[in-house]
């Protein structure tokens, strides 16, 4: 059973233009992380989400926690090339120590 | 120097064969993690350990056998392989202090089993 379900699983788009990626789930989480994985390299954290309603800004990238803490959305103005990459979503949950991750969002932006 | 390594990065192994992947890290983190990663199927916790005396199942530990042989040191065996062993696999560190903490990966092992 996947917990995390993430959407659109691909998604492709031209330079300059804007997407929202969603990770979203059933369960209650502590907090959410965001990472995003290159080809050939291991996963890299892009922000944390702790407080439901919570918005955190990383240049471009705007991540959003649900109000009810079962949900996430990733926003990305004016894409460029170097946003390509698979971004995973993973939820801590409340009393557990383990993340679950989604099976992530592959996104290519095209020049 | 990256501060997970894995070794080795690929390895390409028969059926049955008994195969180690090796994790270190110079973070000084008491808590690492090994993770498979499949096509459709995202990232799944195979073993993690809190520390050197700690060692837990995941999700899918079914198969393999870890072993901690240092805090800086955190081993997966796959003891006789099978080809749906097949897949890329993952170690990861964290400090463990606060339910928010990063996860570090490193590299990844890209582990064909024929």
């Known amino acids: 059973t996947q917990l995390l379900e993430q959407s659109p699983q691909f998604l492709s788009i031209q330079e300059g233009e804007n997407l929202t990626v969603y990770c979203n789930s059933s369960s209650v989480f502590s907090s959410l992380q965001w990472y995003r994985q290159e080809p050939g390299e291991g996963p890299v954290l892009l922000v944390t989400?702790?407080?439901?309603?919570e918005v955190k800004k990383l240049k471009r990238l705007t991540f959003q926690f649900g109000d009810a803490r079962k949900d996430s959305s990733l926003h990305i103005t004016a894409a460029q090339p170097g946003d390509t990459g698979l971004y995973l979503c993973a939820g801590l949950y409340y009393g557990n120590n383990r993340l679950a991750f989604g099976k992530g969002n592959q996104v290519v932006v095209i020049p | 120097d990256a501060d997970v390594t894995q070794t080795p990065r690929n390895r390409i192994t028969k059926t049955g064969k008994r195969i180690m992947l090796e994790c270190s890290q110079t973070k000084g983190h008491d808590r690492m993690y090994w993770y498979r990663q499949d096509p459709g199927l995202g990232l799944r916790l195979i073993y993690y350990s809190f520390d050197v005396k700690d060692i837990n199942k995941g999700e899918i530990s079914d198969g393999y056998s870890v072993s901690r042989q240092a805090q800086a040191k955190f081993s997966l065996s796959l003891e006789s392989a099978i080809p749906n062993q097949t897949a890329l696999y993952f170690c990861?560190?964290?400090?463990?202090?606060?339910?928010?903490?990063?996860?570090?990966f490193g590299p990844g092992t890209r582990l064909t089993v024929l």
């Open positions: 990861a560190t964290s400090a463990g202090q606060f339910s928010t903490d990063t996860q570090y």
């Open positions: 989400v702790v407080t439901g309603g």
